[in-house]
């Protein structure tokens, strides 16, 4: 019984993650190289932003 709590738990934890974050915009099979000179990075919940 306490591992299905613990499964439980963690389901309801990782279920709205797992909703959040979408590959639909992407084309998964392309690789692109960016190059330039971070000017600012943004460690923010939820993601990273670098400028």
């Known amino acids: 019984m ?3 709590t613990g499964l439980v738990a963690f389901a309801s934890i ?4 797992l909703g ?3 590959y639909a915009g ?3 099979r392309s690789v ?10 943004a460690w923010r919940n939820p993601h990273v932003k670098f400028r």
Not at 14 to 17: D, M, S
Not at 32 to 41: A, C, D, L, R, S
């Open 2 to 4: 306490r591992h299905l």
């Open 20 to 22: 959040h974050h979408s």
């Open 26 to 28: 992407l084309d998964m």
């Open 32 to 41: 692109v190289t960016i190059e330039g000179t971070v000017m600012e990075f």
């Open 14 to 17: 990782a279920a709205p993650a």
